[in-house]
Structure formats: structure tokens, C-alpha cells
């Protein structure tokens, strides 16, 4: 069956947002992850389109959505997706969140706890971990190097060759190029104050979410992946940690079929 998508627009006090949508009835939020947007969630959308109303925004800042120019945060993300589902008429949902999406649907669990039936994270970020302060220092210095200086670096390939760099060198240009296409993840993830990015965090409060959470964590994804995933799945009461075998990081897109399976047996359980 081909599934009739439905692309709006609304303008909100924090900006204008874009949202794909698709199917009725039960209504499911989808937030895409830090180095996407809402175009991520299609396959799997479309397998649920038949049984449940799906909304897939591209975030503030992200994809077709508004970039304002405003200090960007996870809890304007939040306060932006509060009044979008409330521009929608939307009273009580079902939350799915990838990465930073699981970041700002947990967050916005615990700050709208009324208003969320359930919640389904896959890979989620929104922790701390062992290394993680080490890790955000690494990209941010990947992320200010200086045009120029990159441009010197890259007219030094054959140096970096007979010094063995080369490899590892053209990573990091791959990598920082392609962080930089998603400025507002950097700025949310990395390039904001660690104050700031620490205050955000949520591991001193996800105890306190009391609807139903299931977890959703590829095995073969990073290290750090894995790790957060374990702690939201150890300090969540009601929650289910359910491994993928053979997945990454890009569960959304790779195993679509399999997260809608476990999308809809989660709804269908937890229904209220």
C-alpha cells in the first residue's frame, strides 16, 4: 500500500516548523536524531501509517524547519515541540526519539509527564559517561579548526602519507565536514558551554519518569552508544532494553521494519 505523506508548516513563537505526517488514530511523535532530520523516520513510518496518526518534525534548526538566530538549547527543543503538539491539538502522545531526539523526548517526559503515554528511545544521548567531558573536547577542537589551517592540512597529503597520518587524517576531515552540515547538533552536543551542557543532562532525574520506556540499542554501535543506552536502562523504572543484533547507528533507516514491529507491540501494550 503507498502511504499518502503529508507535509505542513506551522509558524511558532520559537520559530517556523516543518513536519512530515502520515496515517490516523493513535498519534506517535517522531524525533529524529542529531545528524538527520525527519526524513529518517519514512520506511518506518509508512509501516505504521495504517494503525496510528504519525508526526515527524525536522527540529528547530534542522532540515526544513526555521534556523533561528536564538541560543539553541535542549529545552527550547522542548518547549517547541510542547506547543507544536499543542498547535496540532494533540493532548496525549506516544514518543519516539533517535539520538538527540531521545534527548529531548525524555526531557520532555519529565517535564510533561501528562502528556506522554509512552516512550520508545533508540540510542539515545542525554547522559553522562565514562570519558564524555575527553570526548566533547576532541570534537569541539575538530570542529574550530580554522578554515585555512584545514586548507593547509589537506596540501600536506604526501607528508602525511610517509608519516603513516594519512588514514587517520582524511577521517577527521570526513568526519568534521560532515558534522558540519548539522551546525545545531554541534551547538547542542558540543559547542555550548559544558556548564551549560552538563546542566541539561539527565541522569539525576530519570528516575522519575514513571510511564512505560523501551529502549532500542543496535549492538554493533559505538562504545558510547552502547553505554548511555545502559543508563537510562538502569535508572528508568519502567523500562525495556531490547538489543538489535547486527545493527549500528542508523536504526531508524537500516532495520525500519523491525523498529516498526516493536514500535506497534509497545503502543498496543501500553495503550491508555
Known amino acids: ?37 525527519s526524513s529518517q523516520w519514512l520506511s518506518v513510518m509508512e509501516s505504521l501509517a495504517e494503525n496510528f496518526h504519525c508526526f515527524a518534525p525536522d527540529l528547530l534548526g534542522f532540515g526544513e524547519s526555521e534556523n533561528p538566530n536564538i541560543h539553541h538549547s535542549i529545552d527550547l527543543q522542548v518547549e ?12 496525549k502522545v506516544y514518543l519516539v526519539g533517535h539520538s538527540l531526539g531521545g534527548w529531548i523526548a ?23 559517561i565514562a570519558g564524555q567531558q575527553e570526548y566533547c573536547q576532541k570534537m569541539r577542537q575538530l ?26 587524517f582524511i577521517q577527521e ?18 559547542k555550548r558551554r559544558q556548564a551549560e551542557i552538563e546542566a541539561e543532562l539527565l541522569q539525576k532525574r530519570l528516575y522519575t519518569i514513571e510511564v512505560p520506556v523501551l529502549i532500542l540499542q543496535g549492538s554493533q ?12 536502562a ?12 547486527h545493527a549500528g547507528n542508523d536504526l531508524p533507516q537500516s532495520f525500519a521494519e523491525d523498529i516498526a514491529i516493536d514500535i506497534r507491540e509497545f503502543v498496543k501494550e501500553n495503550w491508555a
Open 221 to 232: 554501535d559505538t562504545p558510547n552508544a552502547l553505554a548511555k543506552s545502559q543508563v537510562y
Open 234 to 245: 538502569q535508572l528508568i523504572p519502567k523500562v525495556e532494553l531490547k538489543m538489535i543484533p
Open 80 to 91: 517547541c515541540l510542547a506547543e507544536f503538539l499543542e498547535a496540532v491539538k494533540l493532548e
Open 173 to 190: 576531515l570526513q568526519s568534521r565536514q560532515d558534522l558540519l552540515r548539522y551546525p545545531i547538533a554541534c551547538q547542542l552536543l558540543f
Open 143 to 168: 570542529l574550530n579548526y580554522p578554515p585555512l589551517i584545514v586548507k593547509s592540512l589537506r596540501s600536506l597529503t604526501s607528508f602525511t602519507k610517509i608519516l603513516g597520518w594519512h588514514e587517520k
Open 1 to 37: 500500500m503507498d502511504t499518502l505523506f503529508r507535509n505542513s508548516r506551522r509558524k511558532l513563537s520559537q520559530g517556523l516548523l516543518f513536519w512530515r505526517e502520515a496515517g490516523t488514530e493513535i498519534p506517535i511523535i517522531f524525533l529524529h536524531g542529531a545528524w538527520n532530520d
Open 106 to 128: 525524555a526531557s520532555y517526559v519529565l517535564k510533561y509527564p501528562e502528556k506522554v503515554n509512552g516512550m520508545v528511545l533508540l540510542a539515545p544521548e542525554g547522559v553522562e
